[in-house]
Every structure is written in C-alpha cells, then in structure tokens.
C-alpha cells in the first residue's frame, strides 16, 4: 500500500492551492483519512481528518480556510486550501489507516510529504 500526495508549490499569501493524495496497492478497505503538516523547525500537527462515516474535523488554525475532501471510488483525498498565509508553510503529509488485502490487518500509512511554502 502507498500514499502519494501531490500539489505543494508556492503560493502568495491569500492565494490558493489544492492538495491531492491517492491511496494504491492491495487495498481491503480504508478508514480515516488525515492530513498533517510538519512547519519549518515545528513538530508534525494534525490539520484535517476525514472519518470514513464522512465526518470532517480541522485545526483550530485552519477552521473556514481548508477543505478536505474524499472521493472513495479513486481512494482519494484532497485538501483545498484557501486564503493561505505564511504560517500555512510546511510539508503537508497525507496518512490513512487501511487494512491491506494480504493481512487484512488495520494498519496506518504516510505518504512522503509535499512542501507548501506561502511567501509574497
């Protein structure tokens, strides 16, 4: 199973960008799905998750600006970020928990990381 997150680039403040991270590989079923993001010199935090019941819930800092979004037939999710600003600067991470068709066994995994820089 691997998670591919893609979309980071440079955005100025108040612009947009749109993440995107897709699950493959031997896939059973796949149950929450997260985005985090680690900022420059700053431990990882926990910016949206998206339950597999279809609830959503956000960072604090990010509430009104991101949106994350799924779309299970592509094993997908994305993160729409609007109204960037500098503090959004980090590599965002997509992780999922899914229970892989071999084991049949819950486990969580991380895509490599995307950077997002929001500078002027």
């Known amino acids: 199973v691997q998670l591919q997150a893609s979309g980071g680039g440079l955005a100025q403040p108040g612009g947009s960008l749109r993440l995107s991270c897709v699950a493959s590989?031997?896939?059973?079923?796949?149950?929450?799905m997260y985005w985090y993001r680690r900022p420059p010199g700053k431990q990882r935090e926990l910016v949206a998750r998206?339950?597999?019941?279809?609830?959503?819930n956000y960072a604090d800092s990010v509430k009104g600006r991101f949106t994350m979004s799924r779309d299970d037939a592509k094993n997908t999710v994305y993160l729409q970020m609007n109204n960037l600003k500098p503090e959004d600067t980090a590599v965002y991470y997509c992780?999922?928990?899914?229970?892989?068709?071999?084991?049949?066994?819950?486990?969580?995994?991380w895509g490599q990381g995307t950077l997002v820089t929001v500078s002027s």
């Open positions: 992780a999922a928990t899914i229970k892989e068709l071999s084991s049949m066994v819950w486990q969580n995994y």
């Open positions: 590989g031997n896939i059973f079923r796949i149950d929450d």
């Open positions: 998206f339950s597999s019941a279809g609830s959503t």
